[in-house]
């Protein structure tokens, strides 16, 4: 199975949004609150567009196999900015990765990983690290994760008032 990554343009919006709602909808299985809220398509395409095509500073990379007509998986990208207070600089975050659920384990996602971190490396971006984020359930992403070389360097705890 041939894998290819690229970088997302205007176009791809719909086919984007049907993989974010592969992601919430497993998102939401493990915590309800990261269902889709009312009209996110409409604001999530907005900010895709806006914020996020032919951007120096972030990007939406798609998956694509040999024999498919649409994407099997989607990753968003930034860079974030120099923390006023810690040592971390200027890093990278993937703020989404998801893969369609026929086409876990074939390295898709690892594939997405790797030009994640290309395009981070580059300039004008040229960041030394990225960071994502997993839900503390999703033992699956955490291990395919650290599987793909990357640690864990911070856990979030929350108190539900």
Do not use: C
């Not at 900010?47 to 099997?72: H, I, R, W």
């Not at 900015?81 to 996602?109: C, K, M, S, T, W």
Request: charged residues 30%; glycine residues 8%; hydrophobic residues 40%.
């Amino acid at each position: 199975m041939g894998i290819q990554t690229r970088h997302a343009e205007n176009e791809d919006g719909s086919d984007i949004l049907e993989l974010w709602h592969g992601f919430t909808n497993h998102l939401s299985r493990l915590d309800d609150r990261y269902g889709h809220s009312d009209q996110a398509d409409e604001r999530w395409l907005r900010y895709f567009e806006n914020q996020l095509v032919d951007s120096k500073y972030g990007t939406v990379l798609l998956a694509e196999v040999d024999g498919e007509d649409d994407p099997v998986g989607v990753l968003e990208a930034r860079v974030m900015g120099d923390h006023p207070i810690f040592r971390l600089a200027n890093h990278g975050y993937v703020h989404g990765l998801f893969v369609r659920e026929e086409h876990r384990g074939a390295g898709v996602a690892g594939e997405l990983l790797d030009a994640a971190a290309v395009w981070f490396k580059q300039e004008p971006r040229a960041v030394d690290y990225y960071r994502i984020d997993v839900l503390a359930d999703d033992d699956a992403a955490a291990n395919m994760l650290e599987s793909h070389g990357l640690d864990p360097v911070e856990l979030v705890y929350e108190e539900r008032l």
